[in-house]
């Protein structure tokens, strides 16, 4: 989240980010929050006059008591006991205005890079890049749903029958398929020198809290009940907590994490013809790149992020196109993100498969993340996080795209993987 110090030197600065985002009334937003800091400030000053009054006095009750001046030592003992009501009162206080601060602050969304275009939806969001050309298929071409059912890929069925809507069952050829996504994209990650970790699928509510997902969330997220535990969205949760609360050398900068996990999302919508299939499920696999980076650093490596999500959309031989977020598409903790959408053949439409973003400071605040610099100063490290891949739409593509005569062509990258060229 914004830091306090940052909003009060950079007022202006926030006030016009949040109005960029569309936030509701914001210079009354932060004027409320500074008021309310000058408040807390004023409190603790009065409850540290206090303490030091009542341990000054405290000192002269240990004399008078030796000197043998009982009376006056009790009429400072009535003093103290005064004091000491005046500074439970006091602590109230302060603790109310902390929790306003903390609640106000956590509901306050990051500031949008410089770079971030203004607007409302999707629809404002810039296309950066456009590669590769549609594929040339036939124009009867089938959508995956029926190509899944041609092939006997994957169960909706079954899913529902087990579990419900949104949770398929892959068989045979798309079970290999989903294991050799898997196996691809963590051996890529790996070249590009990320740490491979498999973390925990449920996380706590203070992991859930440091990278943003908790407060602003929680209506998406699946909630253990009577446990306070929650089924991760991504990947990006459990491996950036891995550094909640750790003060890190800058020599040991950037840390860079890959992980593979199912993710698990309760996606509204109904069940039309956006939502049919593989396009939108509660759960799916994953694998996630994260980087812990150097203020300085860390929009060469977004750059740099992009680009490795880019080499495997090009690996898998799709068409695909590079979006940047606009103000109204942002998602809250970010500052920067970068979508990769595949054009899907059998539908004709662009699937998002993957968000790469900065969050700059904002999760590092949560998370108490930190690093020390050669002076031993202590600085917030900045966090970023991308999606490398998520499969169900990969998949959804790889099908649609490849799909001939004689059956669905798999990419060459990933037939060693999986053991078959052609599904017919």
């Avoid at 299939?277 to 992020?305: A, C």
């Amino acid at each position: 989240m914004l830091q306090l110090s940052f909003i009060q030197e950079h007022t202006d600065i926030v006030i016009a980010g949040l109005k960029k985002r569309k936030h509701v009334a914001p210079e009354t937003t932060v004027q409320k929050i500074l008021t309310q800091d000058g408040q807390r400030k004023s409190l603790q000053t009065r409850l540290n006059d206090l303490q030091a009054q009542v341990n000054q006095i405290s000192k002269q009750i240990g004399m008078l008591m030796r000197e043998g001046k009982k009376e006056e030592a009790e009429q400072a003992k009535s003093k103290t006991s005064a004091l000491k009501e005046d500074i439970k009162a006091q602590q109230e206080a302060l603790r109310e205005v902390e929790n306003f601060l903390n609640e106000a602050l956590a509901h306050i969304p990051n500031i949008p890079h410089e770079s971030v275009p203004v607007g409302d939806s999707e629809e404002d969001n810039e296309v950066v890049s456009l590669i590769g050309e549609p594929p040339a298929i036939s124009a009867d071409a089938l959508p995956h749903w029926e190509l899944i059912k041609k092939y006997d890929l994957i169960d909706f069925e079954l899913g529902g029958k087990i579990t419900g809507a949104g949770f398929p069952v892959y068989k045979g050829k798309g079970a290999r398929l989903q294991r050799a996504m898997q196996n691809f994209f963590l051996d890529k990650a790996g070249e590009a020198g990320y740490t491979e970790v498999q973390p925990p699928i449920l996380v706590n509510e203070a992991s859930g809290f440091g990278t943003g997902q908790l407060p602003d969330k929680e209506g998406q997220m699946y909630k253990i009940v009577d446990e306070d535990l929650y089924l991760i969205p991504t990947a990006e949760v459990p491996i950036t907590n891995i550094y909640r609360d750790v003060i890190l050398e800058e020599s040991e900068l950037p840390r860079k994490h890959c992980g593979y996990t199912p993710c698990f999302r309760r996606e509204a919508g109904s069940w039309g013809a956006h939502v049919r299939g593989l396009n939108r499920l509660h759960q799916f696999d994953k694998v996630e790149i994260v980087q812990i980076v150097k203020p300085e650093d860390s929009y060469t490596v977004l750059e740099e992020m992009r680009a490795h999500v880019e080499s495997l959309l090009q690996a898998l031989g799709l068409h695909y196109r590079v979006l940047r977020l606009c103000s109204g598409d942002l998602g809250f903790t970010s500052a920067l993100t970068y979508d990769m959408e595949v054009f899907s053949a059998g539908q004709k439409r662009w699937l998002e498969v993957s968000s790469t973003s900065n969050f700059e400071t904002y999760q590092a605040s949560r998370l108490k993340l930190r690093y020390k610099d050669k002076d031993n100063q202590k600085h917030l490290a900045h966090t970023l996080n991308g999606s490398a891949l998520a499969f169900p739409r990969i998949l959804a593509a790889i099908l649609e795209n490849n799909q001939t005569p004689e059956g669905i062509r798999i990419p060459k990258v990933l037939q060693p993987y999986c053991g078959f060229d052609i599904i017919n």
